[in-house]
């Protein structure tokens, strides 16, 4: 295939797969944060405990309302639970010592001074384990009120991190900008103040979140951060802080039935769940980041205490941290997330001008810094036209190379034995199966041949597989039997492949046909087993997606309409069983700005708004692919044929969590759920 050919495949309808990924979960949602306002909290927090872990080191802070103290405001320090998601909190202060006060529930809590908002925590408190992650809490008191004024709405949070990272010389500021980090990277965890929680088998994913709400509001002295801490992020500081004044207005109130604090909580209840104070309602913003955006806009104060702030109504709250990928061409496609969080990308930088750069590969850590060098992995020249990426759980990188080859690399980008392996026609989609081999779609299948089936030993091909009719084959996704599902743009038809013996499941011909498939491109399969394609839809049209049975019979005859105008080529579904799809929209071809991403349930419900979620820094977006902390990350190609680089952006805490890489779920049998 040309240079030319492959750019009008690209920007026309004929977009790029992904493996298999998810998308977000709404964790929780019958949770109310209100307990904790007052000292008879109804809130069960579990009963602390202590140990050598880290007794003796003492912390100080401060918590501030606006630009306001918060005097008599009752400190509680916990852990987070490690039994199950949004599962019961720790407290961890040494309810014996004379420092520490008890409230109605058990809690032991300090209290903030009656001037400046300071508090201390001397050597009253302990963890279990060094590895037990810990939030702070402030609760109640006088936002510089009369005196004994009591605003029992307040409830404003910090995430601190691992616990052996807590040291003598560590500060904490508390307010509102350090709360909506918190609550937005920890809502997949949480249903409130009181159960912030993750499996056991999932440590990692928590942990996380927890880096990731620090690395965009310093928890030292509560300023959101402009830069991430790796110096390629860009952080949503406006937005966060748009947020942090909205919530300064009930904080800084008199009470919870201010006329402040009724909008606020008027304005983000979801069903049965209405907010009693403000980190429940930071929370419900985090979950519902559509709902009623330009009646919380309204609800700033008219002297804003955070700034930078926004000039004007979001599309949403989402917030969105735009990742660079170095000072070279990059036009990021495909991603995929491995079992440590780090996010690896596609790099055609040869579309990128100059036109004579390297293509290669992208290495993210799980906050977003560049760990693949200046120029990527290149595999000693062997990167030509990426297309597909997978991982497989020994830490190998697979990536289908339009320039018909098949690359595994290392982890630190070193070519694997056996491979590059060269053949097929234009590979395209890449999915690696439960005993580490590799099936790829060949796109431009003059070969005559589908699919093939790589081992991993790379220097044979073990299986190729043709069906009559079955035509430009991109995606392809394993389902929890084995079985092999490919996409056929050319032939809007589902190939599936019996995983044991190759054999076609789907039938003579074109394979499964119906359910709306038009131009059908990226593949998912959820926890039903069920398949989930994007119908790539050029021009003003609106993309779609179907959905078909693991038998293969299409779940509606018509496709679910999508609001994405333009090229959607990718999909992933999240922990909770929804589908998430960004849209590259008329940008794709040359104007427009109505890159988006859409959210929507299994039975078809569009869980966003006309406008999708339209986070700033989406370009031309393209993979997809979602974490073990329920984060959202997008390649933005910003296009093809400019000098405009594309980027990552990760749109943080909005899905389910899932298990990653997809072939360790598959091993675990946990496609479409939380690990």
Same mark, same amino acid.
């Given at each position: 295939m040309t240079h030319a050919a492959r750019h009008v495949r690209r920007e026309n309808p004929n977009p790029k797969p992904i493996a298999r990924l998810r998308r977000p979960v709404l964790v929780g949602l019958f949770?109310?944060?209100?307990?904790?306002?007052?000292?008879?909290? !109804?809130?069960?927090?579990?009963?602390?405990t202590s140990s050598v872990a880290a007794s003796g080191v003492a912390l100080k802070g401060n918590v501030h309302g606006g630009q306001q103290p918060v005097t008599h405001a009752r400190i509680y320090l916990f852990a987070a639970g490690t039994t199950g998601y949004a599962s019961a909190s720790a407290s961890l202060l040494n309810k014996a010592l004379p420092a520490v006060s008890t409230d109605l529930n058990g809690n032991g809590y300090v209290l903030t001074d009656s001037t400046t908002g300071d508090f201390t925590i001397t050597g009253d408190w302990g963890c279990v384990h060094s590895t037990d992650q810990l939030y702070i809490l402030a609760v109640g008191g006088n936002p510089g009120r009369d005196p004994g004024t009591e605003n029992g709405a307040i409830s404003l949070m910090g995430a601190l991190g691992t616990c052996s990272g807590i040291g003598p010389s560590t500060y904490i500021v508390i307010n509102e900008a350090t709360t909506i980090a918190a609550a937005t990277a920890l809502q997949p965890f949480m249903s409130d103040a009181a159960h912030i929680g993750s499996s056991s088998t999932n440590a990692a994913g928590l942990a996380n979140a927890i880096t990731t709400a620090a690395n965009m509001v310093n928890p030292s002295d509560g300023i959101t951060r402009s830069v991430t801490p790796g110096g390629n992020g860009a952080i949503p500081a406006a937005t966060i802080n748009t947020l942090g004044n909205i919530l300064s207005a009930c904080v800084n109130s008199a009470s919870g039935s201010s006329t402040q604090c009724a909008g606020l909580f008027s304005n983000t209840t979801i069903g049965s769940s209405v907010p009693a104070d403000t980190l429940a309602a930071?929370?419900?913003?985090?979950? %519902? =980041?559509?709902?009623?955006?330009?009646?919380?806009?309204?609800?700033? =104060?008219?002297?804003?205490?955070?700034?930078?702030?926004?000039?004007?109504?979001?599309?949403?709250?989402?917030?969105?941290?735009? +990742?660079?990928?170095?000072?070279?061409?990059?036009?990021?496609? +495909?991603?995929?997330?491995?079992?440590?969080?780090?996010?690896?990308?596609?790099?055609?930088?040869s579309e990128k001008s100059p036109y004579n750069a390297d293509d290669s590969i992208v290495k993210l850590g799980p906050f977003g810094d560049i760990l693949s060098g200046a120029n990527g992995f290149t595999d000693g020249g062997f990167v030509q036209v990426p297309e597909g990426i997978a991982l497989d759980d020994a830490g190998n990188v697979w990536v289908a190379s339009g320039s018909s080859n098949v690359l595994r690399?290392?982890?630190?980008?070193?070519?694997? !034995?056996?491979?590059?392996?060269?053949?097929?026609? +234009? =590979?395209?989609?890449?999915?690696?199966?439960?005993?580490?081999?590799a099936w790829v779609s060949n796109f431009g299948n003059g070969s005559g041949t589908d699919a093939m089936y790589i081992g991993k030993d790379g220097f044979t091909l073990k299986a190729s597989v043709t069906s009559p009719g079955f035509q430009s084959p991109q995606g392809v996704a394993l389902d929890s039997n084995g079985d092999i599902w490919v996409a056929g743009q050319g032939s809007n038809s589902l190939l599936k492949i019996k995983g044991t013996d190759f054999s076609i499941l789907s039938g003579s011909g074109s394979g499964f046909s119906g359910g709306g498939l038009s131009l059908p491109s990226g593949l998912a399969i959820?926890?039903?087993?069920? %398949?989930?394609?994007?119908?790539?839809?050029?021009?003003?049209?609106?993309a779609s997606l179907s959905l078909f049975g693991n038998t293969g019979v299409a779940v509606t005859s018509s496709a679910y309409p999508t609001v994405a105008r333009g090229y959607q080529n990718l999909i992933a579904i999240d922990g909770a069983g929804? %589908?998430?799809? =960004? !849209?590259?929209?008329?940008?794709?071809v040359g104007s427009g700005s109505s890159d988006t991403v859409v959210h929507v349930a299994a039975d078809g419900t569009l869980l966003n708004t006309a406008n999708g979620f339209r986070t700033p820094g989406l370009d031309a977006p393209q993979g997809v692919g979602i974490d073990t902390s329920g984060n959202l990350w997008i390649a933005n190609s910003a296009g093809q044929y400019n000098d405009t680089n594309g980027t990552v952006t990760e749109i943080v805490g909005v899905a389910a969590p899932v298990k990653t890489p997809i072939q360790a779920a598959l091993k675990l049998n946990l496609i479409g759920q939380r690990p």
């Open positions: 949770g109310s944060l209100a307990a904790l306002a007052l000292a008879g909290c !109804s809130a069960n927090f579990g009963s602390s930071a929370r419900n913003i985090a979950l %519902a =980041p559509t709902q009623n955006v330009s009646a919380l806009f309204a609800l700033s =104060p008219p002297t804003p205490p955070f700034q930078p702030t926004l000039a004007s109504a979001p599309n949403d709250w989402t917030l969105g941290i735009n +990742y660079s990928l170095g000072s070279g061409p990059a036009e990021p496609g +495909y991603l995929a997330i491995d079992g440590r969080g780090n996010v690896w990308v596609t790099n055609r930088a690399m290392t982890t630190n980008g070193a070519n694997t !034995s056996g491979f590059p392996y060269f053949g097929g026609n +234009y =590979p395209q989609g890449i999915a690696v199966d439960k005993f580490g081999n959820d926890a039903a087993n069920q %398949a989930w394609a994007v119908n790539t839809y050029g021009g003003s049209g609106n929804t %589908a998430w799809s =960004p !849209s590259c929209g008329p940008k794709c």
